[in-house]
């Protein structure tokens, strides 16, 4: 159909790529499908190695129940966040606070509930800090508008130098709140299987992923996204309130961040003020695994999540082949190729 | 209700230090084409802005059907019954066509998108372009399409009144004769339409009414029909006279500085042809027709199939390859190619020939202020000082410090992109003059245009290409059957 | 226009002759002696001149990284590398000049290379970060932010591998401990912080004196029109990022000449502090804008603020929170100050 289109349209002025159709629809197919295609293989690769010498898999193979199980139950955070922050990376956004966010709010969420608070309220209180901290930047970013590079790297100082302050004391040498008092409760969310062995927290952020597809496809706040992300001059002289749908995203992911935060404190039944960093890192490079243009305007919710899931894999897998100390390298050249292959595929 | 649609009274506009529309007072008729005309900096602009919400006027009243009119925002301006066509592309890329007429006039139930109203505005597009898919991504539309989706925008938008700003600058003569047959249609279906254009021909053929506005002054406001010719509306804009006229020069050399042999790549085929020292050639052609692709060719910004040879060397593919060779560009986007805005004049005159003004790496300043204030004087650039950022310069005093840059690289062969356009008739005539001068002292000049006058007035040969192939060469000095050379280049035989 | 320059009378003549750079280079001087003051008021014993010292000794790292990473800010773009960087030329200069094969441990055993010949080794490494943003940013086009945050993962990832997590600081030769600890004469400047001082004159004489200087400003400016006007864009770049790497890795040889040891986790967040100083001293992200002057006066406006905390017994978790607060006020205050001159 499009082809014929571009054909079409020769003789009344060249078009951008009518030389070559067929190429063309051969990139467009492979754009829309070469992350599967990676997650696949990389499922693949790792699932033909033994894992019975890593501790995390249990006995079995990569593609064993348990396996599975913890892989997913462990991915919880990074499936949360890849979602909201897909939405702000196509309104040409970003947000470098989300790691300091998640901390925060697992450290406020472990000592509300190490102070007695219940599961529910607990739960709501950790979620109003979270709309407090996108409310905070987006009033840096869209009010005051500071580049939203540096703002978020200022918030990014401020929520964990407040999570470090807050963390009443210290146990061995890392800071977190501890385990004493910490009601036994706090695993369930995270660890209790409620449904084909997965805890109640995974459903959630599924949820969360299903709601922000419907949002970024059949919602008037996805269209604008793209609109603001393709070219906000356009987006402003149609009438559309930019300041207010950028807020309106960073809000989103500070609840995303929140919504983290609580699942990374009850799996480990403890409040790390350091325990969402490096965050921004992984949701950038799942966002761009994903094919969201790095400059705004398109992109996918569901893609990114797949990229999350895709670093995941990674991160355990390489952990069967090589010492943990080969992560970093590992992180790094995944980002590297992930926005180069953005780029490539983005180019024709 | 009166005829008059708008009624504008003591319209003032102040900013610090400026005062951009000084008591200006007229009316628009219901049910017209209301050219407005004046040199850049006239204060037509500002007008616009006052009229879509996008400044606050400082003092005066504007009538809307009797009404008294305040807006404060586009949307606020289009709510009101005063919609607008921007000057600058306003699409989105990444959304499809569809999408991008309904941006900002969505149906929503609950923040969920509903299907109304599309169909009327798809319609709309189709009776101005039928060739548009509706379902394509905006991205794979040529420029010209997309104004045409933006234009099917306003259109469909139902206002009262739609302000044009320079409509046709980038859109074809096909287009723009499509474009005219809409916008008669729209006076037809009560709809005013203030048109906005520095080719004053559209004026003559388009308009009912025109207002010609000065130094932000009201000059006159009349039917077209009561003007005489192009030149009387010059006059009006200008305040004086000015002779456009081709003057054959006296002896041409014959000496070829520059030689292109079948040069192709995916805008252009197979174009060659030669230049003369001293001599000016033109290329005129539509949009897209191939002429920026053919000046970035020459220039080593794009690849190409074939040889370009410069005095006697042939080129490599590179700019500063082309700079030390003794070639020069003024590029077709002057803000965003041509000119480092954020720099001061100062900052942006020697930046093509650094060495000229420095010594072994060290920038001597002394020298550099004094080429700069040599440009200014020369080149008559208004400012009361060097230090001045260009982004607050005028258009044309803009163009004349890409000039200034691209004289001070002492270039022997200028390529000048579009070097009017949008540039008010008082700088262009002066650039014109700039442009005999140099050719006079021994440069080559080849300019690519798609203003046809501009190449009729100035240039010793004429180039004229369509979708990238050299259909024609015309020797200047005889007669130029207008018509003719408009056949050729919209793809007649 | 002639109106208008008979109607803005200038108030300050001084001020309207110098260059919107000198003017927030001026602003944050003013600011810092405002801090200066206050802290010194509040804080006992800060303007004791050991205090005063302490300020610019134990920021030199930074100031050094902030030079490249100034010039890179200029043109538009981001290194966030160097904190990896210092990490990685610190660890592989220790291990190239561990002796070889005396131990058991791993950790004590290097490539026993001669002493000159592991720091040449280490500077190499240095320069291949550079090198790979350098074609990562130019030949593909892909955004600097993204492309300096893998390699500072890349480069902190090696100096992970190479020290297993840890450190190697065993069976190394006293030469190795000499320069980062060497003073000047009997005084307690340390030859760390002339190498600075050295540096940060050389790149103010480069950012006002030279075309190279210019050219770095034309592509923040414009990097299209700077293409056009026939600066060769990505050679300026690639020259930059090279710069910076080698900065950082003088940095880290410096660094882990001082200590006598090379750490994994050394220079963690450097890259921040880089960035944050430079954006105190007022160059602007969107390039175009901003002068190694500034970054000077904005490593030591941090550093006086983190001194007051420290003097106040703050606990060291306080820095972010400053960090944050005295990143964000300055900006403002600048955007602020600059309005005002140019209305």
């Known amino acids: 159909m499009k082809a014929r289109n571009a054909v079409g349209t020769v003789a009344v002025n060249a078009e951008p790529g009518y030389l070559d159709p067929y190429r063309n629809r051969w990139i467009a197919i492979v754009k829309a499908s070469y992350i599967y295609i990676v997650f696949l293989l990389i499922v693949l690769v790792f699932s033909v190695v033994k894992l019975d010498q890593v501790r995390f898999f249990g006995r079995g193979h990569f593609l064993s129940p348990v396996s599975i ?38 450290v406020i969420y472990a000592l509300l509930v190490r102070s007695g608070v219940s599961f529910l309220p607990a739960f709501l209180i950790t979620m109003v800090l979270g709309v407090l901290c996108g409310y905070v930047n987006g009033a840096l970013v869209m009010k005051l508008r500071i580049t939203p590079v540096i703002a978020t790297l200022v918030t990014l100082n401020v929520f964990k130098g407040i999570a470090l302050l807050i963390v009443p004391n210290r146990i061995s040498a890392i800071k977190s709140t501890d385990t004493i008092k910490m009601p036994l409760w706090i695993n369930d969310y995270a660890r209790k299987a409620v449904f084909l062995r997965l805890p109640a927290a995974f459903y959630v952020a ?19 996204t793209a609109a603001m992300g393709g070219n906000r001059t356009a987006a402003e002289l149609s009438g559309i309130n930019t300041v207010r749908i950028g807020w309106i995203l960073y809000i989103i992911v500070g609840v995303s961040a929140a919504m983290a935060g609580i699942a990374r404190a009850s799996y480990m039944s403890l409040g790390d003020p350091l325990s969402g960093d490096g965050m921004e890192l992984d949701c950038i490079i799942a966002v761009l695994l994903g094919g969201t243009n790095f400059y705004g305007g398109e992109g996918s919710v569901e893609k990114s999540v797949i990229g999350a899931l895709i670093i995941v894999c990674v991160t355990v897998g390489l952990m069967t082949v090589v010492p943990p100390f080969w992560q ?21 | 209700m009166g005829d008059n649609v708008l009624e504008i009274r003591n319209l003032i506009k102040t900013f610090p230090g400026v005062t951009a529309v000084n008591d200006v007072s007229f009316d628009i008729r219901r049910n017209t084409v209301h050219c407005l005309v004046g040199e850049n900096g006239a204060g037509k602009s500002t007008l616009i802005k006052i009229l879509t919400g996008a400044e606050q006027r400082s003092y005066g009243t504007i009538r809307l059907n009797g009404d008294d009119y305040v807006a404060h925002n586009p949307k606020d301006a289009r709510d009101k019954g005063i919609s607008t066509l921007f000057q600058e592309l306003n699409v989105v890329d990444q959304l499809t066509v569809a999408e991008n007429l309904t941006l900002g006039m969505e149906v929503t139930t609950f923040g969920f998108l509903r299907n109304v109203g599309t169909e009327k505005m798809i319609d709309v597009l189709k009776n101005l372009e039928p060739s548009i898919d509706p379902r394509r ?56 339409v203030i048109y906005i254009s520095h080719r ?27 003007i005489r010719d192009r030149s009387e509306l010059i006059r009006m804009m200008i305040g004086k006279t000015v002779f456009e006229k081709y003057e054959p020069k006296e002896n041409p050399s014959t000496e070829t500085i520059l030689k292109v042999e079948d040069v192709s790549n995916d805008k252009l085929c197979n174009v060659s042809f030669e230049l003369r020292k001293g001599e000016i050639i033109g290329f005129y052609g539509l949009v897209g027709a191939g002429k920026t692709e053919l000046a970035r060719a020459i220039y080593g910004v794009d690849r190409y199939d074939g040889s370009i040879t410069f005095k006697e060397k042939t080129l490599e593919s590179s700019p500063h390859k082309a700079i030390e060779a003794g070639i020069a560009l003024v590029p077709e986007e002057r803000r965003s190619e041509g000119l480092f805005t954020i ?47 260009t982004a607050k310069l005028s258009g044309g005093n803009q163009q004349k410090i890409v000039f200034s840059k691209c004289l001070f690289a002492d270039a022997d062969l200028l390529l000048l992109d579009e070097p009017t356009r949008g540039i008010d008739v008082g700088a262009k005539s002066e650039i014109y003059q700039i442009i005999r001068d140099l050719a006079h002292d021994g440069k080559s000049i080849i300019i690519f245009s798609s203003e046809l006058h501009e190449i009729v007035n100035i240039c010793d040969t004429i180039y004229l290409l369509y979708e990238g192939v050299l259909k024609e060469r015309i020797e200047n000095g005889t007669v130029i059957d207008s018509e003719k050379i408009l056949h050729t280049v919209t793809g007649g035989e | 226009m002639d109106d208008m320059a008979i109607a803005v009378k200038p108030k300050n003549t ?24 206050v802290a010194g008021a509040i804080v006992p014993n800060f303007f004791l001149p050991r205090n005063v010292l302490n300020l610019v000794m134990n920021y030199w790292f930074t100031i050094i990284l902030g030079i490249g990473v100034t010039f890179i800010m200029v043109t538009g773009n981001f290194d966030l590398s160097v904190g990896g960087n210092i990490a990685m030329t610190g660890v592989l200069s220790v291990y190239f000049c561990q002796a070889a094969g005396v131990s058991q441990n791993a950790l004590a055993n290097g490539l026993g290379l001669p002493y000159g010949v592991a720091l040449a080794l280490a500077m190499v490494c240095a320069l291949a970060i550079g090198g790979i943003n350098a074609f990562f940013v130019t030949k593909l086009k892909v955004p600097s932010i993204i492309v300096t945050l893998g390699t500072m993962m890349i480069a902190r990832g090696v100096a992970q591998v190479v020290t297993q997590g840890a450190q190697r600081n065993t069976s190394l030769p006293d030469i190795f401990g000499v320069v980062g600890n060497a003073s000047v004469g009997n005084t307690p400047i340390k030859i760390s912080v002339v190498i600075m001082a050295v540096l940060v004159v050389v790149a103010f004489v480069v950012e006002r004196k030279t075309v190279f200087g210019r050219r770095t400003y034309l592509i923040g400016a414009n990097r299209e029109a700077a293409r056009l006007s026939g600066v060769k864009v990505n050679r300026h770049l690639a020259y930059l990022y090279l710069t910076s790497a080698f900065l950082a890795g003088v940095t880290g040889i410096l660094l882990a000449s001082e200590f006598k040891a090379g750490v994994s986790g050394r220079a963690t967040g450097y890259e921040f502090d880089a960035l944050v100083i430079v954006l105190l001293g007022g160059t602007s992200i969107n390039g175009g804008f901003g002068s190694v002057l500034g970054t000077v006066v904005g490593a030591l406006v941090l550093g006086v603020v983190t001194s007051a905390a420290t003097g106040l017994l703050l606990s060291p978790d306080w820095q972010f929170l400053l960090k944050g607060i005295v990143t964000f006020l300055a900006i403002l205050a600048q955007r602020y100050a600059l309005d005002r001159r140019k209305s």
């Open chain 2, 200 to 226: 004053l021909d559209e004026i003559f053929e388009l308009g009912d009414a025109v207002t010609v506005m000065r130094d932000g002054r009201h000059i006159d406001t009349r039917p077209v029909s009561d």
């Open chain 2, 137 to 192: 991504k905006v991205s794979t539309l040529s420029v010209a399409k997309k104004q045409i989706v933006e234009i099917a925008k306003a259109v469909a938008s139902e206002s009262e009144i739609i302000i044009m700003d320079e409509p046709t600058a980038a859109i074809s003569e096909g287009e723009i004769q499509r474009l005219f047959k809409i916008i008669r249609g729209l006076r037809d279906k009560s709809v005013t």
């Open chain 1, 328 to 348: 970093m390298v590992a992180r790094g050249s995944v980002l590297i190729f992930a926005v180069t292959l953005n780029y490539l595929l983005a180019k024709d």
């Open chain 1, 206 to 224: 599924i949820a969360v992923v299903v709601v922000l597809v419907i949002v970024q496809r059949k919602t008037i706040l996805g269209k604008y």
């Open chain 3, 14 to 37: 001084f001020l309207r002759g110098i260059s919107n750079e000198s003017f927030i280079s001026l602003f944050m001087i003013t600011v810092l002696i405002v801090l200066y003051g």
């Open chain 1, 69 to 106: 199980v913890n892989l997913l139950r462990s991915s919880v955070p990074i499936i949360t966040l890849a979602g909201s922050f897909t939405l702000l990376m196509i309104s040409e956004h970003i947000d470098l606070s989300v790691g300091s966010a998640m901390s925060l709010s697992a």
């Open chain 2, 343 to 389: 720099l001061t004049i100062r900052g942006n005159t020697c930046v093509m020939n650094m060495d000229k003004i420095s010594r072994s790496g060290f920038v001597n300043n002394q020298s550099e202020k004094r080429v700069t204030a040599e440009y200014i004087r020369q080149l008559n650039i208004a400012t009361h000082t060097m230090e001045k950022e």
